[in-house]
């Protein structure tokens, strides 16, 4: 979601971020993306998360065939094409900056007979909800979206106004300070959270959370 700045002399080990292009292979297609870490930072490279989401789907932790489905903070796409590839009827989003970007890659890798399964869209967290509907989404899908503590709370908002009481988000992530554990308290406040993957080798956990029944006083 946040668009970071290029900065030179960065550790070797974010060289592949650095890269013009990334390649995959999922859902019997070869996915081909565009990066541009020097133009628009994290929300144009594929961060490891994407990757382990992206598997996640493959090995059908979630039901996608026929379902309607957003993504948030999408980057380069790579979730919501694959999610698009396995049958979902996807809402690709991210912030207009990105938006372009994001087309064009979501454009390049879906084939022309399923060119309308997926869409671009602006969506900032907590803004203009409206224009989405309230419970319109059988699943939400987030890849590294939870490092930002100034977002925690229009990100939340925002899954609130996406979910039905059936719907079902799936959020990967790398744990890497104490606010990302705060983030997972204050979203098992209002949802039934629970791990459904670990990838060790990548140090990114997969969260699956269904929105919690309304509390009834006595």
Known sequence: MALVPYVENSLPAL???????????????DVHLAQDWKTLGVAAVVWDAAVVMCMCLEMGKVELQGKVAIELGAGTGLVGIVAALLG???TITDREPALDFLSANVKANLPSDSQGSAVVSELTWGESLERYPAGGFDLVLGADIVYLEDTFVPLL???EHLCSD????????KIRYERDTNFLNMLKQ????EEVYYDKQRDIHVYKACKLAPRRDL
């Open 15 to 29: 060289s592949k971020l650095h890269k013009s292009s990334a390649h995959f292979r999922f859902a019997d297609h």
């Open 166 to 173: 059936t719907s079902v988000v799936l959020l990967a992530c």
């Open 157 to 159: 908002q925002t899954l």
């Open 88 to 90: 979902a009827s996807v």
């Open 190 to 193: 209002r949802f039934r959270t």
